[in-house]
C-alpha cells in the first residue's frame, strides 16, 4: 500500500504522503517530456471498438488485434451487429485471436447486455461498465479513460510492474494497485499518467530488462540500479 497520511516515512524516498504526490507529479512531467504522444497501442475510432479490442487483447498482442479491426469493424459497427451474428460466424472471424472461442462468447453475451440494459450505449462509469460480461476494472477504466477521456487509473501489467517498481504501491492486486495510484496521482493526470506508465513500461522499464541507465526518472525510482 503507498503511504496513508500519518503513517510515518516509507521507501527510498523516505518520504510523506505530500512528498510523495510531488514526486509523482515531477515523475508526469519528465515522462511527457519523454513520450509527447503517449497513448495506447490499440487503434479504435469509438468506446464500442475500443471495448472490443480490449476483450480481444487479453493474453494477445495489441498489434495482432490492431491488424483485424478494419474488416471486424465493417461487418461489426455496434452491438446490435454482433448480437445478430451467429456465434460460430463470429468465432470465424476472430479465429486468429488467441482463445478465440472463449472471446466470440464474451462478445457476443457483452453485446447482448450492452443493448438490453444499456439502448446499445458504451456506458461511462466503472461501476456499470463491469456489469458487461468480461469487462473488469481495467478494461473498464481503458475504455473510459481511453475513448471518454474521462479520469482513470488503467492498472495493465505494465502499469502494475512500474508503479510496485517505483515505489507508489505494495500492492499485487491490479484493483488494489488502481485504488492505491488514485490516492497519489491527482484525478486530472489519472489517465495521463497511466498512459506515461504504460508506454515507460512497454519501452523503458520493461519486465525482464528495466534499463535504469536511460531512464529519465531514475532519482525518482525506489528500484533503481544505477547509482544517482
Ligand atoms: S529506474 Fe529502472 S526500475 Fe525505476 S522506472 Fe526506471 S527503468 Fe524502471
Known amino acids: 500500500m503507498v503511504q496513508r497520511k500519518g503513517e510515518g516515512s516509507r521507501g527510498k524516498h523516505n518520504e510523506g504522503s505530500g512528498d510523495l504526490r510531488e514526486r509523482v507529479l515531477e515523475i508526469v512531467r519528465r515522462l511527457e517530456r519523454e513520450y509527447p504522444d503517449a497513448r495506447l497501442e490499440l487503434e479504435y475510432d469509438n468506446a464500442f471498438q475500443l471495448l472490443v479490442e480490449a476483450i ?18 465493417e461487418k461489426y459497427p455496434d452491438p446490435e451487429s454482433v448480437v445478430r451474428a451467429p456465434l460460430d460466424q463470429i468465432e470465424k472471424d476472430i479465429r486468429s485471436i488467441n482463445f478465440y472461442r472463449r472471446k466470440a462468447k464474451l462478445l457476443k453475451s457483452c453485446c447482448e447486455v450492452l443493448v438490453k440494459e444499456f439502448g446499445g450505449e458504451v456506458p461511462k462509469t466503472v461501476e456499470e461498465m463491469t456489469k458487461l460480461p468480461g469487462v473488469g476494472r481495467k478494461t473498464a477504466n ?11 487509473i488503467i492498472v495493465d501489467r505494465h502499469v502494475l510492474r512500474v508503479s510496485q517498481r517505483i515505489g507508489l504501491t505494495k500492492e499485487n492486486d491490479p484493483d488494489r494497485v488502481e485504488f492505491d495510484l488514485r490516492e497519489v496521482v491527482p484525478e486530472d493526470l489519472w489517465t495521463k499518467f497511466s498512459f506515461l506508465i504504460l508506454n515507460h513500461g512497454k519501452s523503458v522499464c520493461t519486465a525482464r530488462d528495466p534499463r535504469c541507465d536511460r531512464c529519465t526518472i531514475c532519482d525518482l525510482c525506489d528500484s533503481c540500479k544505477v547509482k544517482i
Open 142 to 152: 481503458m475504455v473510459i479513460g481511453g475513448s471518454y477521456g474521462l479520469p482513470a
Open 56 to 73: 480481444l487483447a487479453a493474453q494477445e498482442s495489441d498489434k495482432k488485434v490492431n491488424s483485424i479491426r478494419k474488416a471486424l469493424f
